[in-house]
């Protein structure tokens, strides 16, 4: 991450744009050789997220490599959205998070403090603090957001899975009779 490209992250909306009151974060674009490697570890993972949220899943948007340096947030959001902007966002079924570093709030050797995964389901929210390589999987319309990061910088990797038709749901039998 810390040699590659930094642009910073936008937001999809009507347009795709920079917000910063929204969300403050950099998109890093990594090596290719590591977005491979992490793009095929995530495809292993496809059929048992899909087996655990008992749906069909086909294909992921694309690894996304994201820097929150202090002060770095994302407000509350959903990633599933109709947008003309992203017409591929209607399809996330599922986003992907992994964090690549963890959190002091974890663990005092963590690479930074605040940051939390906040999650909002069943009226509850839950803060998902994060530790070095865990990968956390939600469905993308999902209310979520990224607290402040106050110290340090949080370095994760961002993707989503798509809904997809099971063959059987399209497969139908002819009688030739």
């Given at each position: ?12 909306d ?71 902007s ?14 690549l ?28 603090v ?35 038709i ?12």
């Amino acid at each position: 991450m810390d040699a590659g490209l930094t642009e910073t992250a936008e937001v999809l909306d009507d347009e795709i744009e920079v917000r910063d009151e929204v969300r403050r974060v950099a998109s890093i674009e990594v090596d290719p050789a590591i977005v491979a490697e992490v793009e095929q570890r995530l495809d292993s993972q496809q059929a048992p997220i899909a087996a655990y949220f008992g749906r069909h899943l086909s294909g992921r948007e694309g690894a996304g490599f994201l820097r929150y340096a202090d002060g770095g947030f994302y407000r509350a959001h959903r990633d599933r959205a109709s947008v003309a902007s992203w017409p591929d966002a209607a399809r996330r079924a599922i986003a992907l998070v992994v964090f690549l570093n963890g959190s002091r709030d974890q663990d005092p050797d963590g690479a930074f403090a605040g940051g939390a995964l906040r999650v909002f389901a069943d009226d509850d929210a839950i803060d998902v603090v994060p530790r070095q390589g865990m990968l956390v999987a939600f469905p993308a319309d999902l209310l979520h957001e990224v607290l402040e990061v106050v110290a340090g910088t949080r370095d994760t990797i961002v993707d989503w899975l798509y809904d997809g038709i099971a063959p059987s749901a399209n497969f139908k039998v002819r009688s030739s009779k």
